[in-house]
């Protein structure tokens, strides 16, 4: 075995605010079905619209972060999605956002994207549902996500003015918006931006610039305030803005720019509050994972501990497995809360989480530790795991006791498939995996850790 600590080089100075944030950004593209980059081209939309408007400074770099956190409660509405429309939750969002605004259109949506696998009838009767309680069904929707994007800015240690920002994204300059409502300069400044440089990202990406300067002029007064409106598009006037937009390498510009060094100083402290956030947004995917990735931290630290690790070492492995799962963000929850047998498509796009978890990871140079024990946490000893297949020889201890302690909570949880096992049970299963999958030798600490703890034992056994 590796008995090496793949943690042992990492530096918190290593790290800046922007590459960190910019990273676990393309989580949110993920789970709102948006093209990689979303909400990195978001903020260089509507940072450069903020420098019209004569936001500097300490502002600036508020708006940057509302930009870019934008979607932090979007992950919080997507079980509902699935439920109430019979839908994948990706798919619909992905839809929902390039869908006309009248009433024609709005409908149009709906009878192509509700049910879309059922028959007409099952489809009318899905859409009809949601018709009788239009009002009152989209108000949760969106309140649910903004009430949590809100929440978790402020957690992860963010201003009001940013928290506030993401709450507000939804809400429209004439009232027609959600959750409350709200018009004109009641909507902070930072949501009609973030909303406007949304729009214009998604309609630019998907049918060029004409079609956003189109959209953002046809919901002049509407979505937008006209003044608003005339400030964008003005900067396509010339050729600098478009052609900064739509530039491969636009990530690397705003990371090298004064928001993506940020005049934030990096912290043990502020890491861990955008790691606790991130977990938050990763468990509110889906009713079956609440407080997963937490207790996962929570067990591989116990593991840590006997093991003998330094303090250092514990915590990068206690932030590795809070965002383990991180890449579940762009699966579909019709798949992840399925309650019977997964077909062979379903079961290969589960499959690709701990890919996605790498990749969003591996987009901080830092964090390319934390990336390779993400990967690796449904591979077993016996070389029979995903997503690669490979075997002992390659699977250091942060890799099994990650392991080990995913896949403790999963039996001692509830699942779509079935309720949580009682903790006899559980480990009963883990000793059979023992020797093929697991390591005996992480199972015996953990269930030597659980036994020293009656706070534990009872908590998994309830």
Known sequence: MRQNSSFQDMNISDLHMGEVLSALSHALDLTEGQPPGHCMRVAYIGTAIGAELGIADEQATDLFYTLMLKDLGCSSNAARICQLFLTDDIN?????????????????????????????????????????????????????????????????????????????????????????????????????????????????????????????????????????????????DGHTFWDGLNRPDLGQRLLASQFGQGKRPMTDEALDRIVDGFAKVIDAKSPFTHGHSTRVALYSDLLAEAYGYDDARRKWLQRTALLHDIGKLGISNKILDKPGG?????????????????????????????????????????????????????????????????????????????????????????????????????????????????????????
């Open 342 to 462: 997964l077909s062979k498509e379903e079961y290969a796009s589960v499959k690709q989480h701990p890919v996605l978890s790498e990749q969003i990871l591996s987009r901080v140079t830092a964090f390319q530790p934390l990336a390779r024990i993400a990967l690796a946490h449904h591979e077993r000893l016996d070389g029979k795991g995903y997503p690669h297949g490979i075997d002992a020889a390659d699977l250091s201890l942060d890799m099994r006791i990650l392991t080990v302690a995913d896949i403790f909570d999963a039996l001692s949880a509830d699942r779509p498939y079935r309720k949580a096992l009682p903790l006899k049970q559980a480990f009963t299963i883990m000793d059979k995996m023992c020797g093929s999958a697991l390591d005996g030798e992480v199972v015996r600490h953990l269930k030597d850790a659980i036994a020293g703890s009656p706070a534990l034992e009872f908590a998994a056994s309830a």
């Open 92 to 236: 619909f969002k992905q839809n929902q956002k390039i869908a006309g605004t009248s009433i024609q259109q709005s409908l149009a949506f709906l009878m192509k994207n509700a049910a879309p696998n059922e028959s007409f009838a099952r489809r009318l009767k899905v859409v009809a549902g949601f018709l009788k309680d239009t009002d009152a069904v989209t108000k949760d929707l969106f309140e649910t996500r903004c009430q949590q994007g809100h929440d978790i800015a402020l957690s992860m240690g963010f201003s009001e003015d940013v928290a506030n920002g993401i709450a507000c994204l939804d809400e429209h300059w004439d009232g027609g918006g959600h959750p409350i409502g709200a018009g004109g300069d009641d909507i902070p400044l930072f949501s009609q931006i973030a909303l406007i440089s949304q729009v214009i990202d998604v309609f630019n990406t998907s049918s060029g610039k004409e079609a956003a300067l189109r959209e953002i002029n046809d919901r002049s007064g509407k979505w937008f305030a006209p003044d608003l409106v005339e400030v964008a598009k003005s900067m396509g």
